[in-house]
């Protein structure tokens, strides 16, 4: 039924809200507009009144626009700049300061972030069509190539299909570490390119865990990798980690670069120092090679400082051929379980703190890690060397590596050092039938003070931490691992030990046995061992430890006891006295004078002196039963050592029988022979109590420490008696005063 008043009042209706549309500026927009007015001034009317609007009359209806000002559009184009997406309040302010409705202003940010976006979709599809056809033009650059490629071999044209499978692989191969090389070169050229401040250097600027894998040696018998892996625990309750972690801290990201430009330039350093000769290097009868100070800072004048108050100057160098190829002795110098063990008579502890590199193409070319290490002198009367440093491996050619330690003293939490390690480290020259030239430079700078008189002259001379000492070190070793792999083994000799398998079980066994007494001798601290304050005698240090689930040690409380004193007799004259079985019961108190008998040798080197040895001793009372004595005595350059451990005779039977040596408990004593530091008779020392005393021998006096470790107790929770401590006290002097009168020393 028809009602004209309905449409009547629905037309009435209709026209207030095109009105109100009209007057709210409800905004539309067109493609046109925004390109010549960038979509800010045109404003078109509401679409909500074309839905309400009859379908009919629609077409007749002629669309209205409402045109923004000038400073309205400025407005809000400023305001755009500064906050695209305004909320409820902004653009009711907006309203009131242009004159417009609240969603005209909501309209107008609509539009203008939608014709933003469109802006920027075509930049990026233009910039995507310039990069896609630069593609295709290279990609139709390399079809014209593959298709005029000739035979290197005839010269006639070469197919794709005839590479080789291997000559694929080889350029898959080839490709990839060029990639590795360019992503280190552009890393080092990211920090080592970086332009020094003003009369600053990387080292003015930087005077001051990760654990790398262990890349064992592949060399089965007396392996140091081999061996650190199976004593795990041991190693790790040697070398300290939680003391060294409390002391120093992880180094920071922002510390980083700053340690990759001092570890570059150090490695400069090192490389120039060990290839320069006079008048850099002064040569030096008592300790090898010395280092012209002033020559040096005119060299390097950029250097990391100048050395800070109080210490002393410390520098050597040296060379050796050892009997290893390059590759297996950087391994030794990373891995830092490995130069432990070979070093154990230097290193008391070290760890790796971080990894920042571990090399290029799996070999140690770039390694860098910051690491901290104690460095020792077989004495309780000389203070270790702790530094906090960074190394890094370099391949300079084919066949030459350098490895290089600098400090990071200002990366420490205290400023309180007594070590500065200037670019220290060794050069490697691959040389022919697996040997290798090694040149070892040493710089430190140290405040000695608490060094004691006896020893100063031997650290004076740098013989106690200078290079002669590492270089010796090493050659000694290296000789060791190779006469432990020898197959041509003489059997003329009873004694000599020729099953492979039962050599390997002894070695791996006085190596423990080695490791474990440089643990104790010396002066560091960050072993499992408790120093005793008062002991009833000021010229030796004992300590204790508890020992509980440890097949290695014996269970129960044991004491450490070790002194130092100085006797007027050549260094070789002792050891070849202390090692000899026959002159055992002169100073072994606890052979009770029985007969001593070789059982075993195993040769550790040229020098007669290297060996490990299985003695028994025939005590003289036929109710006591034998005892055998694993002994160990090598010698070097730089000093000597005769170690021994009473072992059980059927823990020994199954060694000798290639069983697992790490069951065989063991307590180490023994002896460290140093040369006094003097070249000349005449010279004076200080004794253990302080008396003044004169060397007569041709070549100097020996300095000789005395180490002995007991089981008192073997209730590991029992109370630690004083008259424990005082019969350790007994017997070691007691066993000093012994060593003196076999030696004519008594009153000295």
Not at 106 to 119: E, Y
Not at 360 to 385: D, H, I, K
Not at 453 to 470: D, E, I, Q, S
């Amino acid at each position: 039924m028809y009602h004209p008043n309905m449409f009547e009042s629905h037309n009435h209706m209709f026209d207030m809200i095109k009105s109100s549309d009209n007057d709210l500026g409800l905004t539309g927009s067109r493609e046109d507009d925004f390109e010549t007015k960038s979509g800010a001034e045109v404003t078109m009317e509401n679409p909500l009144e074309e839905e309400l609007q009859d379908p009919n009359q629609r077409p007749n209806k002629k669309k209205r626009y409402h045109r923004h000002t000038q400073r309205q559009i400025q407005e809000l184009e400023s305001f755009f700049k500064e906050c695209p997406h305004p909320d409820d309040k902004q653009r009711k302010e907006l309203s009131r300061e242009l004159n417009l409705e609240p969603l005209q202003i909501k309209f107008w940010f609509q539009n203008k972030r939608t014709q933003m976006k469109a802006q920027n979709e075509r930049h990026e599809n233009s910039l995507l069509k310039s990069d896609n056809d630069k593609l295709r033009a290279e990609n139709n650059r390399y079809k014209n190539a593959l298709s005029n490629a000739t035979c290197p071999n005839c010269g006639g044209p070469a197919a794709i299909g005839e590479m080789s499978f291997d000559e694929q692989h080889l350029r898959i191969e080839n490709t990839r570490l060029r990639e590795e090389i360019d992503k280190i070169s552009a890393i080092a050229a990211k920090y080592v390119g970086k332009p020094s401040l003003a009369h600053s250097s990387p080292f003015s600027q930087l005077t001051s865990s990760h654990h790398i894998p262990s890349r064992s040696l592949d060399l089965e018998v007396g392996s140091f990798g081999n061996n650190i892996s199976s004593q795990t625990g041991f190693v790790g309750e040697m070398y300290g980690t939680s003391d060294i972690i409390r002391s120093v801290s992880i180094p920071l990201e922002a510390d980083k670069p700053m340690i990759v430009e001092l570890a570059v330039a150090a490695m400069e350093e090192l490389v120039r120092m060990a290839q320069t000769g006079d008048p850099l290097w002064v040569t030096s009868d008592s300790s090898g090679e010395i280092l012209n100070e002033e020559e040096y800072f005119r060299t390097f004048p950029r250097g990391n400082g100048p050395k800070p108050i109080g210490m002393r100057s410390e520098a050597s160098r040296g060379s050796t051929v050892v009997i290893m190829n390059h590759i297996n002795l950087v391994e030794i110098l990373i891995d830092v379980n490995q130069w432990s063990s070979v070093f154990c008579g230097i290193v008391s502890r070290a760890l790796t703190l971080e990894v920042l590199s571990t090399g290029v193409a799996g070999n140690y070319n770039g390694a860098l890690q910051v690491m901290t290490a104690e460095f020792q002198v077989p004495s309780p009367l000389v203070p270790t060397r702790e530094n906090y440093f960074v190394r890094y491996c370099k391949q300079h050619s084919d066949s030459t590596w350098a490895v290089v330690d600098v400090s990071l003293d200002s990366l420490r939490p205290s400023q309180i050092t007594r070590s500065r390690r200037r670019p220290s480290g060794c050069l490697i020259q691959e040389l022919q039938n697996g040997y290798s030239k090694v040149t070892w430079v040493e710089h430190t700078e140290v405040d000695d003070i608490s060094v004691h008189t006896m020893y100063k002259p031997l650290v004076n001379t740098g013989l106690a931490f200078g290079a002669k000492r590492w270089v010796a070190t090493l050659d000694r070793q290296c000789e060791r691992l190779a006469s432990s792999m020898a197959s041509n083994i003489p059997t003329g000799d009873l004694s000599v030990i020729t099953s492979p398998e039962g050599r390997k079980s002894m070695l791996k066994l006085a190596e423990r046995m080695v490791m474990s007494f440089c643990s104790g001798v010396g002066a560091s601290t960050a072993h499992a061992w408790t120093t005793l304050a008062a002991t009833g005698s000021d010229d030796v240090r004992v300590m204790t430890r508890k020992s509980m689930d440890d097949p290695g040690r014996p269970p129960g409380i044991v004491l450490s006891a070790a002194t130092s004193f100085w006797i007027p007799v050549a260094p070789k004259r002792v050891f070849d006295f202390l090692r000899d079985e026959n002159s055992r019961s002169e100073w072994d108190i606890l052979s009770n004078g029985g007969l001593v008998e070789e059982m075993a040798h195993i040769a550790n080197g040229r020098d007669p002196g290297n060996s490990v040895s299985l003695l028994r001793v025939n005590s003289s009372n036929s109710g006591q039963s034998n005892m055998l004595i694993l002994q160990e005595s090598c010698t070097d350059a730089s000093g000597s050592y005769v170690i021994y451990a009473p072992v059980d005779m059927m823990a020994m039977n199954v060694v000798l029988s290639g069983g697992d040596p790490d069951y065989v408990a063991l307590l180490p004593s023994g002896f460290a022979i140093l040369p006094d530091g003097s070249t000349r008779g005449g010279n004076a020392s200080a004794g253990a109590e302080g008396e003044v005393v004169t060397s007569t021998a041709s070549n100097g006096g020996s300095l000789l420490t005395v180490a002995f470790q007991i089981l008192v107790d073997s209730v590991p929770t029992a109370k630690l008696s004083l008259g424990s401590v005082a019969t350790v006290n007994s017997l070691i002097k007691c066993t000093v005063q012994r060593i003196k009168d076999a030696l004519a020393c008594d009153g000295a």
